[in-house]
């Protein structure tokens, strides 16, 4: 038996499948389902955005998993492999949020987390007796993972050489804009740390990309395993939720165990919004305070935030652009509102009348997909330029370069410069 996974890309506004020259991090969930599937079944990985897939090789199932903005590349070529007879099987957090709509394009759905209806779905396979939906009742229990196959990557260069790992699934948090929640519920779980530790040693590599939503959710765990990273010497990256600031003890373990930087999500520097959204536990009066914290302890601040919620007006733009120049983030994440299948978010907008449509395609950052409330669209979109030609200029990343730890200086500089080119193009 031949299997296929596809990573999809992702369709441009000119209806071309978007393509780069190299991929820009590994991936971790096709290596991982590689390794869950059953032994004697030979798998092949396809990244869609670097590669061709070939749609006539006999393979016997091609598995797909799709964000919602790679949902509608996904579909055509679920369309494809079974135009030519294939069995395709599509799973992910836009399947599962929609799977009605995906199993139009596909044999079967899985519905929720793989591991407890993996195996099952080729044993049906094998028998020719394929499900329509596959769905996952209740949560998996973080043990004995199975190592990634990454060796199955085609490509040899990645743009960040970091590994992708997994130490916790979920986020205790409920935002109404996150699809995390959706997906997992409120559970939160975590390997064992020693499991987490000899995957580490296993693969050999000293750069890594903790892919969990909030490594830091459980101060017991975290600080347990940041005290196993550090005999290992190695550099990593993650995100968690600003109260790590409140912790200087996990601060200083989190740079210890080798941290470059922390994505976190501040979201909004306006109370009203992050109550709106149920983050009213994120305090903006106690920002400037803890992000300095972190910062001092030697772990820059990539900050991410959202611009066009209902409490935002045109002022808005210039007060987060001197928020982020007073604060001096490592570099910006800077999103539109997306509301995402499943959300409360789309669920309120819809309701109210004010999603625009439902081309996946374009449920991107930055795009605008709703009418705001308190500006027009154009004005949304022009702001959201506004913020990124000022914080990626020049005077802005030499200034923000003295408060970055001296360690990450070149990366800092590098993934700055990148990305106020990226800025420049319109392509961020």
Known sequence: MKILLVQPSRIGDNGAILKRKMPFIRTLVLPYLAALTPAGIKVEIVDDSVEEINFNDDYDLIGLTALTSQALRAYQIADEFRKRGRKVVMGGIHATTLPEEAIQHCDAVVIGEAENVWEKLFEDCRKGNLKQFYRAHGFYELK???????????????????????????CPHDCDFCSVSE???????????????????????????????????????????????????IKWIGQCTINLGRDPEMCRLA?????????????????????????GWNKVAEFPKLLNIIRKHGIGVVLNMIVGLDNDDKETFHKIVHFLLKNDAFYLILNTPIPYPGTRLAS??????????????????????????????????????????????????????????????????RRNIELRMSVR???Y
């Open 425 to 427: 193009r319109r392509d």
């Open 255 to 279: 740079y210890e165990s080798g941290c470059y930087f922390m994505g976190i999500g501040i979201e909004s520097i306006n109370q009203e919004n992050l109550v709106s959204m149920d983050k």
């Open 144 to 170: 004995n993972l199975p190592a990634p196959r990454f060796e199955l990557l085609n490509g040899k260069s990645f743009h960040l050489p970091f590994i992708p790992i997994q130490a916790s699934r979920g």
């Open 183 to 233: 997906f997992y519920g409120k559970s939160y779980r975590f390997r064992p740390v020693e499991e987490v530790i000899e995957e580490i040693k296993t693969s050999g590599a000293k750069k890594y990309v903790f892919i969990d939503d909030n490594v830091t959710a459980n101060r017991r765990y975290s600080k347990k395993l940041f005290k196993a990273l550090i005999p290992l010497k």
């Open 348 to 413: 309120k907008l819809e309701k109210d009348g004010r999603l625009l449509h439902k081309d996946w395609s374009k449920y991107i950052q930055g795009s605008v997909v709703f009418s705001p409330k308190s500006m027009s669209i154009e004005s949304l979109k022009k702001g959201y330029w506004y913020i990124l030609d000022r914080f990626f200029s020049y005077n802005s990343i030499v200034k923000r370069s003295f408060s970055q730890p001296l360690k990450n200086l070149p990366f800092y500089l």
